[in-house]
Every structure is written in structure tokens, then in C-alpha cells.
């Protein structure tokens, strides 16, 4: 690593104590740095990019037009190296054959799922009692943004619908 | 102020006299490099325990998802590539130094009086180092780590009288499941660290308390050295050495994968890992009633060398030459396990489970099926079905039968449980060869004509039709997984040949579908072990710590250079 000046200095010197020390404080550092921040990392995970999959949710003719009907259906899903199909839930209002909207179940406020209450024709969410308008909008209470609305396409009459989530508590949508 | 500190906790904790006691020794003959070992031995297990813990926060015990979870650790969580290879290839080199540690202290004759009970610890060490080999391989939960598990299980369960109750105890039961690779992981990351962090104490105190032996020639010894800074900083070089040492490892031959355990495949031939193949290679030496002689008389004798050494060995004399005797017995001793290991590396395995021989049900069991649908017109699935379906029903296998989808015409229908398995490319090579080969071709490609169907030939697979190609491993796997679990009918008015059902019939096991989709992504270039998440490429990241340990090494150098030209 450097020519041999051993010569000049005594092997017991402060001098050379103190550099063998820094060598060891220097390389037992780097060691536990060059492993450690991957090993920090790794618990970090991945942002994830998820893969659009659009599920079949119902039919298209078979929907009533006098308001939200909530639709299930089952998708394979993924938790980590777990998957298993889950029954997953929708909101649907049908406006015409071709024309629906499609919410996500989840407050946006704090992930509580919403019911529709026939009596007021609201959707209602019994955890922080905001209520939504017909068309998702917040009407009271603490919820920070409209209804989630999910993608939804219409092919030959069936309708499918991409299931994703969004963080709540959020003025904006934003996916997670 | 960290004066202050220092007093506020020296008057309530004795901090100098623990910093005496790890760091001020004297060295007869001073630091040496060949003194690293044993701290090269706690390094290693230092680094063991922390990727061991890394691990953790990822992998699961579980039968159906310890595979799967180890798979998503290495592709899909970023350096988790980085985490399983350092604690994988540290598991070895961890027993290579132990060896070359033990020889070094036996060399020096460190073990003689009053050293007895350092190497009596040490040797207690040394077992307990080879019980966390014993029981980390199985918890792959791989085929490989699955055989190799019920195999050694088993060996143990043949000693006379303590036999059934030992394997019992090892395996929870009666079978090779849950409650064994529950067992094992216990013992490996809960048991055996507790023994060893006891074992740890027992040796580093008794060795401190009569510190480094040092040259065996009397005027070697003066002058000495302190240990520290002077060893501690060549246990640093050392260190650091292994630590690259490792990572290069992890890089550039990271662990294979041999597929998810499957206890129905007795195609498989295990073999214990290399640590234990004198052990595995001298049972064969031995048939039937003396078979104990293998199992517990060879590892009996090899204890009590070990353990009664310092005591038959009473002749203070520590100079190699003029310990011929002892030397000899050890050089015998050396000789012949890695001569019985090599011979054990290079046997093929247990003669009991030649593939042919004993046949596979779920692996042979199609084959017909598939030849005389190229004759004529392919068997429908019941085929295999019930040739199989026995076997499996009171399996494990029966886990996986939830998420089965049955779709008769398909192709169509959905992916089932292989499409998130990472198989093994190489096991798949040869269920290929068996199952596909006869109608796709070798290699997957074909000539083989399939009247009345809209291509008018079987598909080619290498390279596959492009609507079912991805550069992504597990969307690639995706989509052949529904043609090979369902089947599936080619578009043409009458096609003679269909592709049959492999999975819904368990004609073959969901592990030996991944398997096979791995081989047939590999016909495609495409790697079903693809790290998806790598955090960092692992060329890179060795690129990375080469230049960044040159970097420093180079400017530790300089300083160095600068303080003695200032002190000439």
C-alpha cells in the first residue's frame, strides 16, 4: 500500500497508534456502510408499479338506472409473495347503457368503507359521517376530496373495472 | 464534555475495565496475520447475524410460501439479492474459517494446558457452526434444501434406540412438514444463536485470560506486540478482505434455485452440503446392521478426538516438528475426510432413487398420454388423472388445490399457482424432455404437423408465439401458465393434436409446472430468477465497493506517506 518507511518510525510512536487506528476506525466504518445502507434499503421496498387488469365486475343491461348499486366480484391479488383471490366491491351508477360511474368503496377520508343511504339518496360514511352527493361530491363533514372514481370500460355490454387504491386523507388522489 | 460523559459512566459502569479486558493483550511475537482467523470467524457471524435478521423481516416458515417468500426477497425487494448471497456464501466461508481457525490452534499447540477449555468451547462452537448448516439448508424450503432435509432426518432416525425419538424430535412428526420447518427454524435463528452467544463468552474470556500462545520458538517471542491497535488492525485488513470477498460472491455466483420443494418429485437426488458429505459418504460404507457404526460411531470417534485432545496430548512442547506423533493423527484425519468428502462429491447419490427405476408419478406418469396424441388425437386430461390423482390427494399438494380454475377449452383461463412460483430451469429442462418434447420439439422447436388446426403444425415454444413473449419474467410466466394448466384447443376447423392438461388433472405438480415454465422463459432468454428490484445492479454494486475501498485504501496510503515524510 506505501513504500516501507517503517525505518523511521518506532513501531510503539503515537504517530503510528494513531494512524492504525484511524486505518481501523476507517475500514470497520466502510465495511458496516458498504453493507449496511442496502441492508437499510431493502426495508424500504420498491415502489411499485402496478399492472393494469381490468376485472369483470357485472352486466351493463342488468343494472337498475335509479341509483348506486354496489357490485362485487373477485380478483386475484397480490400481497408480496401472497396471492388469492379477493372479493373486492364497486360502486356502479348506471346513467345509460354506455354511460356509468364507478367509485371505489373507500372514504377518501380515512379509508372506511361507505354505504349508500336510499332514505336522503346520499352516500354516507358511518366512521366520520361525511356524506357525498350523488356524483361523489363531499357535501359535510371532514372528507378532503370527492368519491374515488376507478376506470371502468364498457366491451359488448359487460362492464370492467381496474381496481386501485389511493391514499385517504388526501385533498388530491393520488394511487398507492 | 465526552470527558464528562466518560466519568458520568465510568462511576456507575465498569466501561475501562470491559475495554481492558476485550482490547489490552499482550502478543508474544506480536500481530500476525495468521492470528485473523478467529477474528475473521466473529466477523463473519457478525455480518451472519445481521443478513440472518435482514432475512426475517422478508422470509416466512411456512411449507407453502418459505419458497415463495425467499424468491420475492431476491427479486423483488431491492439488495435483497445482496442480503440472501452474503448469508448464504457467508454460511460457508463461515465453516471454512472455523476449519482453517481450528487447524491454526491446532498447529500452534494452543490447545494444551492451561488453553483446555478455549478449545473445548471452540470445539463446542465448531458443532454448533455445523448445526446452523444443518438446519439453514432446509429452510430454502427448496428441493434441494427439502431432500437434503428429510434425508439427514432420516439418517438420524436410523441410530439405534435413540433413533425414532431423535428424528422424531427433529421433524416434530412422523413426516418432513410444517412442524419440521418450524422445528428448524427455531433452532437455527432462536436455539442456536442463544448457545452460540454462551459458547462466545466461555471462549473469548478464557482465551483473554491467558492471552495469544504465540511462536513456539523461544526467541521468536520477544519482542511482543499489543493486540491493539497492531492485530486489530490487521483483523481489519482481514475483515475488510472477506467482507469484498463475499460480496463478490453474492455478485458473480449467486445460489441457485432448484424449484419449490416438492415431496412428490422422487426424481430427486440429494446430497448434503459439502460440509457433510464425509459424514453422508462414509454411511455408504457401511450396510445394513452396521450402519450405526456410520451414523454414530465415525462421528463419536471424531468428538472425542477432538474433545480429549488436550488431555492425552499433556507434552508441553508446541513445535510442530517435535510433535510428530500428534501431527501425523491429524494429518490422517484431514487426509481422509476431505479424501471421503471428495469421493462423496463426486458419487451421483443415493442409489435408492435413480429416476428411471423408481419412476415418478406425476413425471412419467403423462408421457404415453402425450405420444399417442401424437399419433392421433390428443387424450383428454382424465388420462393422467387418476394415474396421478391418488398420489395427490393425500399429499401436501392438496394446498394448492383453492386456487384451481377450471376452464375446459382454454388457454383462457386464469394463471394458477405455478405462475408465481420461481421454478428451476434446469429441473424443468428434463420435465421438458418428457412432457413437451414429443410434440413441441426439442429445444421446443417443431416439426411436428398438426392436421386441421389453423398454423397446421404444434406451436413452436422457442421462440414463442410474441402475444405470449414478455421481457418480464413473471408476466412471461403469466401467460403460458393457463395453456399448461388447463390445456387448450388450437384455432383450426379440427385440429388432430390439443394441448393437454397438466395442471388442473395434477397430471403435474404446481412445482413441477413452474419448473417448466422456467425452462421454457430460458428457451427465450428470458430468466424466471430475473431480479426485478435489484436496488442496485449487482455488478454495478461490486463496481461500486471495488472503486470506493480503492478510494479510501488509497488515500489512507497517502497519509500515511505524508506523516512519515514529515517526520523525516
Known amino acids: 500500500m506505501n513504500e516501507p518507511r517503517h525505518e523511521a518510525i518506532d513501531p510503539a510512536s503515537p504517530e503510528r497508534r494513531g494512524f492504525l487506528v484511524l486505518v481501523i476506525g476507517v475500514l470497520a466504518s466502510l465495511n458496516a456502510l458498504i453493507m449496511g445502507i442496502p441492508f437499510v434499503r431493502s426495508l424500504f421496498g420498491a415502489a411499485r408499479q402496478r399492472k393494469a387488469k381490468w376485472s369483470k365486475v357485472g352486466e351493463v343491461n342488468s343494472l337498475p338506472e335509479n341509483g348506486p348499486v354496489e357490485l362485487k366480484f373477485r380478483l386475484l391479488t397480490e400481497d408480496a409473495y401472497h396471492y388469492e383471490e379477493a372479493l373486492y366491491s364497486v360502486w356502479v351508477i348506471k346513467y345509460a347503457t354506455d354511460k356509468v360511474t364507478v367509485f371505489s368503496p373507500i372514504c377518501p377520508h380515512l379509508g372506511c368503507h361507505f354505504i349508500w343511504d336510499p332514505k336522503i339518496s346520499r352516500f354516507a360514511c358511518p366512521c366520520h359521517a361525511s356524506v357525498y352527493s350523488i356524483d361523489g361530491k363531499v357535501l359535510y363533514g371532514p372528507a378532503p376530496r370527492s368519491l374515488d372514481t376507478l376506470p371502468a370500460k364498457i366491451e359488448n355490454g359487460t362492464l370492467y373495472v381496474q381496481w386501485e387504491r389511493f391514499k385517504p386523507g388526501t385533498p388530491e388522489k393520488i394511487t398507492v | ?568
Open chain 2, 1 to 568: 464534555m465526552l470527558a464528562r460523559i466518560r466519568e458520568w459512566i465510568e462511576t456507575r459502569w465498569p466501561l475501562s475495565p470491559l475495554v481492558r479486558l476485550a482490547i489490552e493483550e499482550e502478543i508474544p511475537g506480536g500481530a500476525k496475520f495468521a492470528y485473523s482467523l478467529g477474528s475473521a470467524v466473529l466477523i463473519v457471524f457478525a455480518l451472519q447475524a445481521v443478513s440472518g435478521i435482514m432475512q426475517l423481516f422478508f422470509y416466512v416458515p411456512t411449507t407453502d410460501h418459505a419458497y415463495n417468500s425467499l424468491s420475492y426477497l431476491r427479486t423483488r425487494v431491492p439488495f435483497g439479492w445482496l442480503i440472501h448471497g452474503l448469508h448464504y456464501w457467508g454460511a460457508q466461508l463461515m465453516i471454512i474459517l472455523v476449519l482453517l481457525h481450528i487447524a491454526r490452534v491446532f498447529l500452534w499447540g494452543a490447545y494444551k494446558k492451561p488453553r483446555e477449555l478455549t478449545w473445548l468451547a471452540g470445539f463446542a462452537l465448531f458443532l454448533i457452526t455445523m448445526g446452523f448448516s444443518f438446519t439453514g439448508g432446509p429452510l430454502h424450503w427448496d428441493q434441494r434444501g427439502y431432500w437434503v432435509g428429510e434425508v439427514s432426518t432420516s439418517i438420524a432416525g436410523t441410530v439405534p434406540i435413540a433413533g425414532d425419538f431423535t428424528k422424531r424430535l427433529l421433524r416434530g412428526g412422523e413426516e418432513m412438514g410444517q412442524l419440521a420447518l418450524s422445528r428448524l427454524f427455531t433452532v437455527h435463528t432462536a436455539v442456536l444463536p442463544a448457545v452460540l452467544l454462551i459458547l462466545f463468552g466461555i471462549h473469548i474470556t478464557a482465551m483473554r485470560r491467558f492471552g495469544s500462545v504465540g511462536p513456539w520458538v523461544e526467541e521468536k517471542r520477544k519482542p511482543g506486540g499489543p493486540f491493539w491497535p497492531d492485530q486489530v488492525f490487521k483483523d481489519a485488513i482481514t475483515g475488510t478482505t472477506v467482507s469484498l470477498l463475499l460480496i463478490a460472491l453474492a455478485v458473480f455466483l449467486p445460489p441457485g434455485y432448484s424449484g419449490m420443494a416438492d415431496p412428490l418429485d422422487v426424481s430427486y437426488i440429494p446430497k448434503p452440503e459439502w460440509n457433510f458429505l464425509f459424514l453422508y459418504q462414509s454411511l455408504k460404507y457401511f450396510p445394513g446392521h452396521l450402519e450405526p457404526v456410520g451414523t454414530v460411531g465415525i462421528p463419536t470417534v471424531l468428538a472425542l478426538f477432538f474433545i480429549l485432545l488436550p488431555f492425552l496430548d499433556r507434552n508441553p512442547e508446541r513445535n510442530p516438528l517435535k510433535r510428530p506423533f500428534v501431527m501425523l493423527c491429524a494429518v490422517v484425519l484431514a487426509v481422509v475426510v476431505v479424501a471421503v468428502s471428495v469421493v462423496g462429491y463426486m458419487s451421483p447419490g443415493f442409489a435408492r432413487a435413480p429416476a428411471e427405476a423408481v419412476g415418478s408419478s406425476s413425471t412419467t406418469g403423462l408421457a404415453p398420454a402425450v405420444v399417442i396424441g401424437n399419433a392421433m388425437m390428443a387424450r383428454s386430461s382424465e388420462a393422467a388423472g387418476p394415474l396421478s390423482g391418488d398420489a395427490v390427494s393425500a399429499s401436501p399438494q392438496s394446498t394448492f388445490s383453492n386456487l384451481r380454475h377450471s376452464s375446459p377449452e382454454s388457454g383462457q383461463g386464469e394463471p394458477g399457482l405455478a405462475a408465481h412460483i420461481v421454478g428451476s430451469a434446469e429441473r424443468g429442462a428434463e420435465l421438458f424432455r418428457k412432457n413437451c418434447s414429443p410434440c413441441h420439439g426439442p429445444e421446443g422447436v417443431t416439426k411436428v404437423p398438426n392436421q386441421g388446426s389453423a398454423e397446421g403444425k404444434v406451436p413452436d415454444l422457442n421462440p414463442i408465439d410474441r402475444e405470449l413473449f414478455s421481457t418480464d419474467a413473471q408476466t412471461f410466466a403469466e401467460k403460458i401458465d393457463p395453456f399448461i394448466q388447463h390445456g387448450s384447443v388450437p384455432p383450426g376447423s379440427h385440429p388432430a393434436i390439443r394441448m393437454p392438461v397438466f395442471g388442473d388433472n395434477n397430471a403435474l405438480t404446481q412445482q413441477e409446472i413452474a419448473n417448466l415454465e422456467a425452462h421454457i422463459l430460458h428457451l427465450n432468454g428470458v430468466d424466471r430468477a430475473q431480479i426485478v428490484e435489484p436496488g442496485m445492479r449487482p455488478r454495478s454494486f461490486f463496481l461500486l465497493a471495488v472503486v470506493v475501498y480503492a478510494v479510501i485504501i488509497l488515500i489512507l496510503g497517502g497519509l500515511w506517506n505524508k506523516r512519515s515524510r514529515l517526520k523525516e
